[in-house]
C-alpha cells in the first residue's frame, strides 16, 4: 500500500477548521435572518425581519447615512494621504525623510481613542479648540462640531489616511517616471503632467484604495457610536448594536440588518478583486534601467514641509496632547496654566486598581499573543497549499480564508453569537470565544502576509530536502518556516497591534470576566469618567509602542538570519 503522507492529513485539517472558521458562521447568519426568535427551538421560517428592516422608514435614511459617511471619509482620507505619499515619495521637500515614520503613528493609537481625542477637541461643549478660539476670538457660537456627519468624516478619516499613505507610497514609489520625462519634455507643465500621466497611471491603485477605504469605514464601530449617536446620526452598525442591546435583543432584525451590510461589503470587496484583476495593463516597472525621479518644488518645498509638519501636529500632536492632559486632571477641564498645579497621577492609580481593568489586561495580552501566534500558523499553512502544492482546491481555500475579509466586526459579532448560542460548544460568554473571532477576522491579513512570502521561496529547497530524506514536516518546520519568518512576523506584529485595540466584535461577545481593553474605555466612556480612560488610553498607547518597536528591532535581526538562510 502507498505510504500515506503526513500532508494530506494536514490539508484536510486546515480545509476543516476553515471552513469552520468561515463557513459555519456565515451560515448561521442566513439561517438566523430567516427565522422567527432564531435563538429559540421553535424558530420558524419567515421573512418578517428583513420586512421590519426594509419596511422601516428609517432604512432608507440609515442606507443613506451610511453611503455619505463612507463616501466622503473615503474622499478626505485619500485625498490626505494621497497628498502625502506625492509629497513623501516625489518631491525634494525638506525633512521628508521623516513623513514615513509620523504618519503611521495614527496606527498605533486605537480607533476609540482617537475618537475620543477628536470628541474632546471638537465637542461645541467641552471641546478644547472650540473653548481656546471662543476665548480668543470672542465667538457666540463654537466653531466646530464633532457630532454631524462632517464630524464623524473628519474623525475617521484622520485615522485611516496612514493606511493610504502607505498603500499610495507603494504605488509612486513602484512608477518609472520616464513617462513623466517624456511629457515634460515635449512641453507639458507639472500639473499637466500631473492629471494627464501620473493619475491615469494611478487609477488601478487610486481605486483599490477607495474600495478599501469604504469598506473599511462601512464597518467602523467606534465613531458611529461615539459620535453618531448622540447626533442621531445612525448607520448599519450603530443599529445592529442597539438591536441587540435592546430589550428584550431583536437577534432577527440584527441579523437581516447584518446580512445587508455584509451584501454591501461583499460587493466592495468584490469589486477591488476586478480592479486589481488587470493590474498588470498599468506595469510600467521594466528591467530597462528604472529609476525613480524627484520633482523640484522650487522655492515652495520650505512651505510644503511647514505644511506637512502643521498638519502632524493637528492630526497626531493635538489628539495625543489632549490625552495625556485630560490624563493628569482629577476631573476634566480644558487645559490652561492654572490648572499646571492640579495635576496628579491620581488616574494611572486608579487604573492600576481598578479590578476590572486587570482583568482586561491579562485577557488582552492572553489574545494579543495568542491570535497573530494561531493565526500565523494557519495561514503559513494555508499558504503553502494555495502556493505549492498541486491541491486541486486550493483556489477555494484561498478564497475562504480572503472571505471574512467582508465580514464588517459587528456583523461576525452577531454570526458568533447565533453560532455559540446554538451549538452545544461551551464557550460564549467566555475568553475563547473572542479568540474565535480575532482569528476569522484577520485570517484574510495573515494569508495576504505569508502568501507574498512564501511565493518568493524556490521549490529547489524542498525538493533538496526530501531528496536527503527529509519528512514533509521537517521541511516545513526548519526549511520553510525559518525563511518566511521575517514576512510572519510582520504579519504577527499587525495583528497583534489591532487585536489589542478590536472593539466592533468584542462589544456583541463579551462578557462578565471576559472584557479587554477596548470593552474598558468604552464602558470608562459612557460613565463619563473621561480622566481614567485618558489615563487607560495613554497606557495602551505606550504598550503599543513598545510593542511596535520591539518587533520592529527583532524583525531586523530576522532579516539578517534570513540572508545566511537563503
Request: with cysteine; proline share 5%; charged share 10%.
Amino acid at each position: 500500500m502507498r505510504k500515506i503522507d503526513a500532508r494530506f492529513f494536514i490539508i484536510g485539517g486546515t480545509s476543516v477548521v476553515l471552513a469552520y472558521l468561515v463557513l459555519v458562521p456565515l451560515t448561521f447568519l442566513l439561517w438566523g435572518s430567516f427565522h422567527s426568535s432564531p435563538l429559540e427551538a421553535k424558530a420558524s421560517f419567515t421573512l418578517k425581519n428583513y420586512f421590519a428592516a426594509y419596511g422601516d422608514p428609517k432604512f432608507y435614511r440609515l442606507f443613506w447615512n451610511s453611503f455619505l459617511y463612507a463616501g466622503g471619509t473615503c474622499i478626505v482620507a485619500l485625498f490626505l494621504g494621497t497628498s502625502l505619499a506625492w509629497v513623501y515619495e516625489r518631491t525634494n521637500a525638506p525633512g521628508k525623510r521623516y513623513f514615513g515614520i509620523i504618519a503611521i503613528v495614527p496606527f498605533i493609537i486605537p480607533g476609540i481613542l482617537s475618537t475620543i481625542s477628536w470628541i474632546l477637541l471638537l465637542s461645541p461643549r467641552i471641546g478644547v479648540l472650540n473653548l481656546w478660539l471662543k476665548g480668543i476670538f470672542s465667538l457666540d457660537k463654537p466653531l466646530f462640531n464633532i457630532y454631524s456627519l462632517s464630524g464623524m468624516i473628519w474623525a475617521e478619516a484622520v485615522h485611516l489616511y496612514p493606511l493610504v499613505f502607505l498603500m499610495m507610497s507603494a504605488a509612486f514609489r513602484s512608477m518609472d517616471m520616464s513617462l513623466e520625462e517624456a511629457a515634460t519634455m515635449s512641453g507639458a507643465g507639472m500639473t499637466q503632467t500631473f492629471f494627464r500621466i501620473t493619475m491615469p497611471l494611478l487609477r488601478p491603485a487610486l481605486f483599490s484604495t477607495l474600495l478599501i477605504m469604504f469598506i473599511r469605514t462601512l464597518e467602523a464601530f467606534e465613531v458611529p457610536a461615539l459620535v453618531g449617536l448622540p447626533a442621531n446620526i445612525d448607520v448599519f452598525t450603530t443599529q445592529i448594536y442597539l438591536a441587540v442591546h435592546e430589550f428584550p435583543p431583536n437577534f432577527g432584525l440584527a441579523g437581516a440588518l447584518a446580512v445587508t451590510l455584509l451584501f454591501l461589503s461583499g460587493m466592495g470587496v468584490y469589486l477591488y478583486r476586478r480592479a486589481t484583476r488587470h493590474e498588470k495593463m498599468f506595469a510600467t516597472v521594466t528591467g530597462k534601467g528604472f529609476r525613480p525621479r524627484l520633482i523640484d518644488l522650487g522655492r515652495f518645498r520650505y512651505g510644503i514641509s511647514v505644511l506637512c509638519f502643521l498638519f502632524f501636529s493637528v492630526t497626531i500632536g493635538l489628539p495625543l496632547f489632549v490625552l495625556l492632559w485630560s490624563s493628569l486632571v482629577s476631573f476634566y477641564e480644558a487645559p490652561h496654566f492654572k490648572a499646571l498645579s492640579r495635576l496628579t497621577i491620581r488616574n494611572y492609580k486608579f487604573i492600576f486598581g481598578y479590578p476590572h481593568a486587570l482583568v482586561a489586561f491579562k485577557n488582552s495580552f492572553f489574545l494579543m499573543f495568542l491570535t497573530p501566534t494561531i493565526t500565523m500558523l494557519v495561514t503559513s499553512v494555508i499558504a503553502w497549499i494555495t502556493v505549492k502544492s498541486k491541491f486541486k482546491g486550493r483556489g477555494v481555500l484561498d478564497f475562504l480564508a480572503f472571505l471574512p475579509i467582508a465580514f464588517p466586526g459587528i456583523v461576525l459579532g452577531v454570526s458568533l453569537l447565533y453560532v455559540y448560542l446554538l451549538l452545544p460548544v461551551p464557550i460564549y460568554g467566555t475568553i475563547w470565544i473572542l479568540l474565535v473571532a480575532y482569528i476569522t477576522k484577520y485570517l484574510p491579513y495573515g494569508i495576504r502576509t505569508t502568501g507574498s512570502t512564501i511565493i518568493q521561496i524556490h521549490q529547489e529547497l524542498e525538493e533538496a530536502a526530501a531528496i536527503s530524506g527529509a519528512a514533509w514536516g521537517v521541511t516545513f518546520r526548519k526549511i520553510l518556516l525559518p525563511l518566511m519568518m521575517p514576512g510572519l512576523l510582520a504579519g504577527w506584529i499587525y495583528i497583534a497591534m489591532v487585536s489589542l485595540r478590536e472593539l466592533s466584535t468584542s462589544i456583541l461577545l463579551y462578557s462578565s470576566g471576559s472584557e479587554v481593553l477596548s470593552i474598558i474605555v468604552f464602558d470608562l466612556w459612557e460613565s463619563g469618567r473621561y480622566p481614567a480612560l485618558c489615563a487607560l488610553g495613554i497606557i495602551m498607547i505606550v504598550l503599543l509602542t513598545v510593542l511596535a518597536f520591539g518587533v520592529a528591532k527583532l524583525g531586523g535581526k530576522m532579516g539578517i538570519k534570513r540572508e545566511v538562510w537563503s
